[in-house]
T-cell receptor, first 111, second 115 residues
Framework: TQLLEQSPQFLSIQEGENLTVYCNSS?????LQWYRQEPGEGPVLLVT?????EVKKLKRLTFQFGDARKDSSLHITAAQPGDTGLYLC???????????FGAGTQVVVTP | DTEVTQTPKHLVMGMTNKKSLKCEQH?????MYWYKQKAKKPPELMFV???????INESVPSRFSPECPNSSLLNLHLHALQPEDSALYLC??????????????FGPGTRLTVL
């Protein structure tokens, strides 16, 4: 079983600050997805990274896939209260469709 | 249309009841999934349907019975549930099962409470 470790588990910051969430594994993933989930709602897909060393930007969010495709990071610049949520990384590539989820990082951005 | 819909949004049932959860997508996706999620935990895979056939059952108790009537619909039939089955049940779909991308799109979930 491929394991994904996410850190930190919880992050509380003030509006305007920056934050980084990490997703690490000892295994290689063919792709990695980042989701954000708000309370009582389903996860929303933010981005998929596929190529080692890839960097993708989504407004104030920057996603990076490690060169060896074993780790990924999510960086938020100038966080806003709307960024509050549970951030989940998930590794794909299983031919059966199984995603391996990290434990999640709860981010709270206060005004 | 990039949406996965789920009904009902909330469900309260007794341990002797029979109920069903419904999921629908119109993206032409050929893989559909049921997940169970407890508070502050990641989703746990329950079932995978690939081209309308059950391809994965993650050792789920028989009181949960999935059904895929066609490529757009996915049901989860519930019978004789236990209070510990209370959770958020999520449906997801992807273009095909697995593959390099395997981007899964989730519905809003059904909040199930078993009394």
């Amino acid at each position: 079983t491929q394991l994904l470790e996410q850190s930190p588990q919880f992050l509380s910051i003030q509006e305007g600050e920056n934050l980084t969430v990490y997703c690490n594994s000892s295994s290689v993933f063919s792709s990695l997805q980042w989701y954000r989930q708000e309370p009582g709602e389903g996860p929303v897909l933010l981005v998929t990274v596929v190529t080692g060393g890839e960097v993708k930007k989504l407004k104030r969010l920057t996603f990076q896939f490690g060169d060896a495709r074993k780790d990924s990071s999510l960086h938020i610049t100038a966080a806003q209260p709307g960024d509050t949520g549970l951030y989940l990384c998930a590794g794909g590539g299983d031919s059966w469709g199984k995603l391996q989820f990290g434990a999640g990082t709860q981010v709270v951005v206060t005004p | 249309d990039t949406e996965v819909t789920q009904t009902p949004k909330h469900l309260v049932m007794g341990m002797t009841n029979k109920k069903s959860l419904k999921c629908e997508q119109h993206m032409g996706h050929r893989a559909m999934y049921w997940y169970k999620q407890k508070a502050k935990k990641p989703p746990e895979l329950m079932f995978v349907y690939s081209y309308e056939k059950l391809s994965i059952n993650e050792s789920v108790p028989s009181r949960f019975s999935p059904e895929c009537p066609n490529s757009s619909l996915l049901n989860l039939h519930l019978h004789a549930l236990q209070p510990e089955d209370s959770a958020l049940y999520l449906c997801a779909s992807s273009q095909v099962p697995g593959g390099d991308y395997n981007e899964q799109f989730f519905g809003p979930g059904t909040r199930l409470t078993v009394l």
